[in-house]
């Protein structure tokens, strides 16, 4: 147990001090750790802060909150496999009987608590269990999935692009679409019925902003909106990066050489890193390529290729001449924050490629679909990407802009102004 933070058993109640529940979920690491990072801000502002998360990521995020004053309340979240693996046959993202379990789970825990707001990042129970208890509730959501934003669908990761190639399953999926996001609000409105609740309207990315605030961790003028809700609100990217110590082959780098970045994060195609790192390290360059913790069975490396399991994200990036990371939105503007390189990205997920369509439109990266992967694809996108200056200049743009989002002041206001401290705008 990390020191600084505190699991609760009996809570007590600072009456001078509003109360915040904050719910991560563990099937990705940017949806375990985010909610970290916004409690530790929370606690650190004057709030009385707790955070309910599972096993998933724990060391990241007691990391990250140690010291802060915020409390852990333990939790049991989904394993990220699980979910992965149900997007990928294309089954509802909810289950019936464990939407009911975490349900359940949260009317234990939320009453215990008592919270003046809750706060969830893919933690879909609450849109139910908060209403039950009467709480006023806000969650966070790529604005790519928001009905409020106007994105390119691309069929995701799914068995039907082995079953019938690219271009014959993006025809199936732009066809079946609408019933499928039906679909796969089912679950989520039956159950919502057997609580005594009126179903929402059937569509998935109903489904993912059903709250009382809906919080896009993105940057406005980068993806737009169409008829923006009073309740919705772009508080810009939550930037984390954990502290890890640089590898012991770090001052083998040389600096007359360019250095390609491989990270897939957690819910990229972490089998495609074999393939992806020996392809690069073909061309005149170094590869530094990171597993995220995930199994991989690499084989054989190039000399030329620096490997390791969690590296010092902000140092590799900073380094890197072109980043191939998952293309989900916190990857690149992570990236940005950093680094003026343009990003490949390989995107595994529905959420990721619509993310990557903000860097295309930019012109700052260039999306490769899992399915359309090669080898000599690979390297000569990397090969023209090295050489490509006006992607650079995108980049410094996007860059720019990154730099000025204060996203911390902007999260905060808004608890100020939910908590009726102050106005929200």
Not at 52 to 61: H, S, V
Not at 80 to 87: K, M, N, P, V, Y
Not at 245 to 270: F, M, Q
């Amino acid at each position: 147990m990390c020191e600084g933070c505190k699991i609760i058993s009996k809570l007590s109640r600072d009456t001078k001090k509003s109360r915040i529940a904050f719910f991560a979920e563990g099937i990705t690491l940017t949806h375990a750790v985010r909610p970290a990072i916004l409690a530790k801000w929370a606690a650190e502002s004057g709030y009385q802060v707790f955070l309910a998360t599972g096993d998933n990521y724990k060391e990241f995020i007691e990391h990250e909150i140690a010291g802060t004053g915020v409390s852990l309340v333990p939790i049991r979240t989904q394993p990220a496999g699980d979910f992965l693996e149900r997007l990928y046959r294309g089954l509802s993202v909810l289950d019936v009987p464990d939407l009911i379990s975490a349900i359940e789970e949260d009317l234990r825990v939320l009453p215990e608590i008592a919270p003046d707001l809750v706060v969830g990042d893919m933690h879909l129970s609450l849109g139910i269990s908060a209403r039950l208890c009467k709480l006023p509730y806000a969650l966070w959501l790529d604005p790519g999935l928001s009905r409020c934003t106007q994105q390119e669908y691309i069929v995701p990761n799914h068995y039907i692009l082995g079953k019938f190639g690219t271009k014959l399953a993006q025809r199936i999926f732009n066809a079946i679409r609408p019933l499928a996001f039906y679909e796969q609000s089912k679950p989520y409105n039956y159950v919502r019925k057997r609580y005594g609740l009126k179903p929402i309207t059937p569509h998935l990315f109903d489904v993912y902003a059903d709250a009382d605030y809906v919080l896009y961790p993105d940057i406005e003028e980068f993806n737009p909106p169409q008829n923006l809700p009073s309740h919705h609100h772009y508080i810009g990217p939550i930037i984390w990066s954990p502290k890890i110590p640089e590898p012991t082959w770090w001052h083998k780098l040389r600096k007359d050489v360019p250095i390609v970045y491989v990270n897939l994060g957690s819910s990229g195609p972490a089998r495609l890193l074999p393939q992806i790192i020996t392809a690069v390290a073909e061309l005149p360059v170094q590869v530094i390529a990171g597993t995220a913790g995930r199994k991989v069975e690499m084989g054989q490396l190039p000399g030329n290729v620096f490997l390791g399991e969690f590296l010092p994200a902000d140092q590799c990036m900073a380094a890197a001449s072109v980043v191939i990371n998952s293309g989900s939105p916190t990857a690149f503007y992570h990236a940005f924050k950093v680094s003026e390189a343009p990003i490949l990205g390989i995107p595994e997920h529905m959420a990721s490629h619509l993310g990557m369509q903000i860097l295309t439109r930019a012109g700052a990266g260039v999306i490769m679909l899992p399915a359309e992967i090669s080898s000599e694809r690979i390297k000569a996108t990397v090969a023209s990407m090295l050489k490509d200056t006006k992607m650079k200049e995108a980049v410094r743009t996007m860059k720019e802009k990154v730099r000025q989002t204060d996203s911390k002041r902007k999260f905060l206001e808004f608890l100020s102004g939910a908590l009726g401290n102050g106005r929200l705008s």
